[in-house]
């Protein structure tokens, strides 16, 4: 069964003075996210992501189309009770210490003491925020506020999380530390669906990506199979390789780089690595390896999305 | 966890609560207060030179008081609380909770009523301390003093109930205007009515009337038999238990009104 379910996603804003003039935020999406997955929503910015996450937790009124999470419509509200959701760059009560805002989103949850007072203690090791949780949130650091967001996210032990670029703005600690929160998540069952530009993160993380473009669908899949759509190229690493011989096999690849005493050789054509093989080896040199390039989901994200960047505005 | 419906009084509370909590973190609500009890004193003073009328210049200066600065602090509350939720945008991670619409409004407006009534307490204390300093008040005039605090209380909630509709859709300075405007209208609501009856013209006459029922009434508040209830507590004279009874109801009316009002703007909101 499909945890989330979109179908015909249609989102128009009306802009201009007169509000008269429509943009198209997001246009058709159909998406179907599976129960336990990782979900990476990808595109760049302005590409309709917070916009089809926002329509998600029913921030955002659909043109057209609809959306089911765990088989109820997202205008449900006791479907989210079974949610978790971390905004955009979340701002929380800055008046607030940690506990108080744990406490405040434990009570929405109905969550009562003493199991609130325990949840909350727990929530706030597991996030590393004990030491501060008597400190208001006004002194809290980015990162450290966007830990009391998952905090505040994964308080009711949900189903289903939203994170809306979790890691935008995080420096490298505070990026895997996310990443740690999510692959335990993973570890528990719980489905993932975040949205990212951070593309290494969404390669070390995801089993399933979206990518969308203009507000539109452009891929979907498990990662390998959007990125192994095309070979690139073969690249092949020799060792003691005569100078002459090298000379020789630079006329054979397209491109040839030495660093160290190996030598790297990269050809788009299988005919040629043969070639290139039965050459080298036919002079003494030594294999160390040969290996198909793919592109990296930035590659892809640079070679198909990349011209999409002046998309629609952001909302 | 218990089953969604049950759990709304403790949302609601939860909400009220928090929005109390903001209130009284918010320094500003701190100098209004300290300056409407300066004022309080400061009648001890004034009263000096009336000799013979000190209780009376002290609560007609204390009243006064709290009726300026509770409108002061119910428009300064109402107009930024919801706005602020939604300029923060704080309100998209509370209402990604199970918690709906109406649930996030009434707990505001309940928050609102509950830090108005604490600060009314305050100043109200502040009278009482002042009229004990200055001795020989008869218990009597304490007892007065109860139904115009109370009258004030719930023009209050009136005022923050309709800085509440603005904040929904509006900017708080823009907010704080409609507020403002509507709140002198309101004061003067019983001209629209003497105007409708002495216009010749049919169509002024009754947009002139359906104005002077559609508007708050605030008037209704501060007069009581064509007395103001100020002076009336300041001379010691009975309040009608019927009339305050009949202001009540109008007043939760209206309350009621304005926040169903609140809350049909703010469920139609996109969040963008």
């Known amino acids: 069964m499909a945890i989330i379910e979109i179908r015909n996603l249609t989102k128009d804003f009306r802009v201009g003075f007169w509000k008269n003039r429509p943009v198209r935020a997001l246009d058709d999406l159909s998406l179907d996210v599976h129960k336990g997955d990782v979900f990476g929503f ?13 329509i998600l937790m029913s921030l955002l009124r659909a043109t057209s189309g609809s959306a089911q999470i765990l088989g109820e419509p997202v205008e ?31 009570h929405l949850f109905g969550i009562r003491q003493p199991a609130l007072g325990k949840k909350v203690r727990s929530l706030l090791e597991r996030v590393g925020l004990a030491e501060v949780s008597r400190l208001q949130l006004r002194k809290f650091s980015k990162g450290m506020v966007q830990r009391i967001g998952i905090a505040q996210a994964i308080i009711n032990d949900p189903e289903v999380v939203f994170l809306d670029e979790p890691m935008s703005g995080l420096d490298p600690l505070g990026r895997r530390e996310v990443r740690e929160v999510i692959m335990s998540l993973k570890d528990q069952g719980v489905t993932v669906f975040f949205s990212s530009h951070i593309l290494p993160d969404v390669e ?41 011989d090298a000379d020789q096999l630079r006329s054979m690849c397209d491109a040839l780089t030495m660093i160290g005493d190996r030598l790297h050789l990269r050809t788009s054509s299988s005919q040629q690595v043969q070639l290139i093989l039965a050459h080298a080896l036919a002079n003494d040199a030594e294999l160390i390896s040969v290996n198909p390039v793919r592109p990296s989901l930035e590659d892809y994200f640079l070679h198909e999305v990349g011209s ?8 | 966890m218990g089953h969604l419906g049950s759990d709304v009084p403790m949302r609601i509370l939860a909400i009220a609560r928090n929005t109390f909590r903001e209130n009284i973190r918010d320094k500003i609500l701190y100098n209004l207060i300290l300056f409407a009890l300066i004022m309080i004193l400061s009648s001890i003073a004034l009263g000096q030179l009336t000799l013979g009328l000190e209780s009376k210049m002290i ?19 109402g107009i930024s609380l919801v706005y602020k939720e939604m ?3 704080t309100v998209y991670a509370l209402l990604a909770k199970p918690v709906h619409r109406w649930e996030f409004i009434v707990g505001k407006y309940l ?62 300075a823009l907010s704080a205007l409609f507020t403002l405007f509507l709140w002198i209208i309101g004061h003067f609501n019983a001209d629209l009515l003497q105007f409708a009856n ?53 007043g939760l009316l209206y309350c009621c009104g304005l926040v169903t009002v609140a809350i049909a703007v703010f469920s139609r909101r996109d969040f963008k």
């Not at chain 1, 203009?214 to 100078?243: D, F, N, W, Y």
């Not at chain 2, 200055?134 to 115009?148: D, I, K, M, Y």
């Open chain 1, 42 to 54: 990808l595109g760049p910015n302005g590409a309709g992501k917070t916009t089809t996450l926002k």
């Open chain 2, 87 to 89: 300029e923060k945008r």
């Open chain 2, 111 to 172: 928050g609102l009523l509950f830090t108005l009534l604490v600060n009314v307490v305050i100043m109200a204390i502040g009278i009482a301390l002042t009229l004990l300093y200055q001795g020989g008040t008869e218990t009597a005039t304490f007892a007065r003093l109860l139904p115009a605090i109370y009258l004030i209380y719930l023009s209050l909630a009136l005022t923050t109930a309709l800085a509440l509709v603005f904040s929904t859709f509006s900017t708080p």
């Open chain 2, 198 to 250: 002495l216009t010749k013209s049919a169509t002024v006459g009754w947009v002139a009337k359906s104005l002077y029922y559609a508007l708050p009434n605030f008037s209704n508040f501060t007069t009581l038999d064509s007395r103001n209830i100020i002076q009336s507590a300041a001379h010691a004279q009975a309040i009608d238990a019927g009339a305050i009874l009949w202001i009540t109801a109008y």
């Open chain 1, 204 to 244: 070390a993380l995801c089993d399933r990506v979206a990518i969308l473009r203009k507000g539109r669908l452009q891929a979907v899949g498990a990662l390998e199979e959007i990125l192994s759509m095309k070979i690139e190229a073969h690249e092949i690493i020799l060792t003691r390789v005569k100078p002459d």
């Open chain 1, 76 to 106: 449900s509200v006791s479907m989210r009770r079974r949610i978790g959701f971390l905004p955009e760059n979340p701002y929380f009560y800055d008046y607030l210490t940690p506990r108080e805002l744990l406490t405040y989103v434990g």
């Open chain 2, 59 to 77: 609560i007609d200066l204390g009243l006064t008081s709290v009726s300026v600065f509770g409108t002061l602090i119910a428009i300064f509350i």
């Open chain 1, 308 to 315: 999409g960047r002046d998309g629609a505005p952001r909302q």
